[in-house]
């Protein structure tokens, strides 16, 4: 993950995390060194029920469809990068500025 916290695809922009299951409710922490966003989510960590998670708190964040969030890599990890479909790496940077420093 050393690309940095945002990266553009072909398809819309790549977003890497560093997810911890198990939280109260699901919040974005901060940064998690240069290269992620610390992510809680209040899943438990079991047969996939953190990546439906972060995806579901990923699209109502950033006001798009479901479908259009997926876990790529690390989807039995803490470190995950996600696609976010349709949207630009300036409309996610926008979405995520409260958040960050």
Not at 46 to 63: I, M, Q, T
Request: proline fraction near 7%.
């Amino acid at each position: 993950m050393s690309r940095g916290v945002l990266s553009t695809a072909k398809d819309g922009t790549l977003l890497n995390l560093r997810v911890s299951p198990g939280a109260k409710r699901a919040s974005i922490e901060g940064p998690y060194g240069e290269g992620a966003i610390r992510l809680k989510v209040a899943a438990p960590p079991v047969s996939g029920k953190v990546n439906a998670e972060v995806e579901r708190f990923l699209a109502e964040l950033f006001g798009v469809p479901r479908s259009d969030v997926a876990v790529i890599r690390g989807t039995s990890s803490r470190d995950k990068t996600v696609l976010v479909r349709g949207l630009a790496r300036a409309e996610t940077q926008q979405a995520l500025a409260p958040y960050l420093p």
